[in-house]
């Protein structure tokens, strides 16, 4: 390929548009694709947040790259990073440090992967090293943006105040920080006193609505979305004195604010997040869903502001695994039609508990969320095997593995159990369901370097939670 071509592929990633980058490769002829070609379409790739499509380009080059290759494993660490595969994304990003260990990309990375990770103790030293060979990069991810949002004028954000007091109640706390630094945040959280009709505490952030999130059609026409978010909580709380109930909400609504303006992006009704974990720790949410936020005060006016526009409320209910997973293939209507045959007319009330209205739609609880596997096992064959939810739902750690003569081509005939399940629970088959053995190597590692045993094979976990092999003789 010319250097005049990756000049011109080189100005358009400088400019932001990626999408034309993919376009200009994907037309290409096969015999004009080359290594460096394919790294910068897989950059392109991870840039449009597709890191699937970026895994699989890279990928087909796997057996060309050299061992030293910089560029390669850092787009590698980045994909896997995009797909939740920390552990695989660490492991690469260290390869790159091997290769050169003054690469900041490489503990910058580190830095994101820890910091959703939690391991606060590694984020620090990955943190002092990035910010010592490229402070500038270090403060464009992790220092303070606040100076980037979009702000209301001061007459726009008293037009938003008066409307949440006219409509919603009278604001009287204002959560104004979440900024580690101590600055103040320019999207607050605003904490409105119940009315007589409607007796639960408000809570609403002023000042996500200054963006102008922009909703494109294929048609070519666009909308604009301006958005502030609401949460109600019961009464019985005292928000002035005791803040556990909401701090969490509040919290993520202040996230969600700068997620659509960093992101340039919109948030509407029916849009659902997943987190792949849990909300905080003094909860067991996994994600929410945006719904209409119907204030207290019927028949209420529009939010306008003086440029025409109006501001939309809309409220975040906090969403069990389950009922997400629902929602995904049910639809909104459909998860909001349980949540009101369940919850009644608190259907909209977050509390730190309440029913999973799906828990009986056949749908587990799995101990480890989707988002967290990684391709960890390097298997050749039918991999299909059956664990028991005292593994995928408990959490326990296997404790008896066997292989059995396999059912089908797809499996692999190893069957996973705790060790403590009775006979009675066994004979229950809504108990145990088919994996792959990639995912039950996720709950166990332990596991894989006996999965290569031969049909016929068992193991036991002993007291010092080592495998050895025990005397079942399952069906050869």
């Given at each position: 390929m010319d250097n005049e071509f990756m000049m011109e592929m080189d100005e358009l990633m400088n400019?932001?548009?990626?999408?034309?980058?993919?376009?200009?490769?994907?037309?290409?002829?096969?015999?004009?694709?080359?290594?460096?070609?394919?790294?910068?379409?897989?950059?392109?790739?991870?840039?449009?947040?597709?890191?699937?499509?970026?895994?699989?380009?890279?990928?087909?080059?796997?057996?060309?790259?050299?061992?030293?290759d910089l560029s390669y494993y850092l787009e590698l660490a980045g994909a896997n990073f995009g797909l939740h595969k920390y552990r695989t994304a660490i492991d690469q990003a260290r390869h790159c440090l091997e290769i050169?260990?003054?690469?900041?990309?490489?503990?910058?990375?580190?830095?994101?992967?820890y910091q959703e990770t939690g391991d606060e103790e590694k984020l620090n030293e990955a943190s002092e090293n990035?910010?010592?060979?490229?402070?500038?990069?270090?403060?464009?991810?992790?220092?303070?943006?606040?100076?980037?949002?979009?702000?209301?004028?001061?007459?726009?954000?008293?037009?938003?105040?008066?409307?949440?007091?006219?409509n919603y109640g009278t604001v009287e706390i204002t959560q104004v920080r979440r900024i580690p630094s101590g600055k103040d945040h320019p999207i607050k959280c605003v904490?409105?006193?119940?009315?007589?009709?409607?007796?639960?505490?408000?809570?609403?952030?002023?000042?996500?609505?200054?963006?102008?999130?922009?909703?494109?059609?294929?048609?070519?026409?666009?909308?604009?979305?301006?958005?502030?978010?609401?949460a109600y909580f019961p009464v019985g709380k005292n928000l002035d004195e005791d803040t556990e109930m909401y701090e969490w909400i509040s919290r993520i609504m202040i996230q969600f604010a700068e997620m659509i303006q960093f992101d340039n992006s919109w948030l509407g009704v029916g849009h659902t997040v997943s987190y792949g974990a849990r909300l905080d720790d003094a909860v067991e949410y996994d994600g929410v869903v945006f719904a209409p936020s119907v204030p207290?005060?019927?028949?209420?006016?529009?939010?306008?502001?003086?440029?025409g526009e109006e501001v939309e409320f809309l409220q975040i209910i906090p969403l069990y695994e389950e009922e997400i997973l629902y929602k995904i293939s049910n639809g909104y209507v459909d998860l909001f039609k349980r949540l009101d045959e369940n919850l009644g007319g608190e259907t909209d009330v977050i509390r730190n508990e309440r029913v999973n209205v799906c828990s009986d739609t056949g749908m587990k609880k799995w101990a480890l969320p989707r988002s967290a596997m990684e391709d960890i096992l390097d298997w050749d064959g039918a991999d299909g095997c059956y664990a028991t939810d005292r593994i995928t739902v408990d959490n326990e750690k296997v404790g008896i593995m066997y292989r059995e003569r396999p059912e089908n081509k797809f499996d692999s005939g190893w069957r996973f159990l705790a060790g403590d399940e009775d006979a009675e629970y066994m004979d229950d088959i809504?108990?145990?369901?088919?994996?792959?053995?990639?995912?039950?190597?996720n709950?166990?590692?332990?596991?894989?370097?006996?999965?290569?045993?031969?049909?016929?094979?068992?193991?036991?976990?002993?007291?010092?939670?080592?495998?050895?092999?025990?005397?079942?003789?399952?069906?050869?």
């Open positions: 400019m932001g548009e990626f999408e034309e980058v993919i376009c200009r490769i994907q037309e290409l002829d096969e015999d004009e694709l080359n290594q460096e070609i394919i790294i910068m379409l897989a950059h392109c790739f991870s840039q449009c947040s597709r890191y699937r499509e970026a895994l699989e380009s890279l990928e087909e080059i796997e057996d060309e790259v050299q061992f030293d050169d260990d003054k690469c900041a990309e490489a503990w910058l990375l580190l830095c994101l992967i990035a910010r010592e060979l490229d402070e500038q990069a270090w403060d464009d991810i992790f220092g303070d943006r606040t100076g980037e949002l979009a702000v209301y004028s001061p007459e726009e954000e008293q037009i938003v105040l008066d409307y949440i007091n006219r904490s409105v006193s119940a009315k007589q009709d409607f007796p639960f505490w408000t809570v609403i952030t002023l000042g996500s609505g200054a963006f102008r999130g922009i909703e494109k059609y294929p048609d070519g026409s666009e909308k604009v979305h301006r958005v502030e978010i609401a207290p005060v019927k028949d209420t006016e529009k939010c306008m502001l003086p440029c809504r108990n145990m369901d088919i994996f792959r053995l990639n995912t039950i190597c709950y166990d590692m332990d596991i894989i370097e006996y999965l290569d045993s031969p049909v016929g094979s068992a193991f036991y976990r002993n007291k010092k939670g080592e495998f050895v092999p025990m005397d079942i003789h399952p069906e050869k």
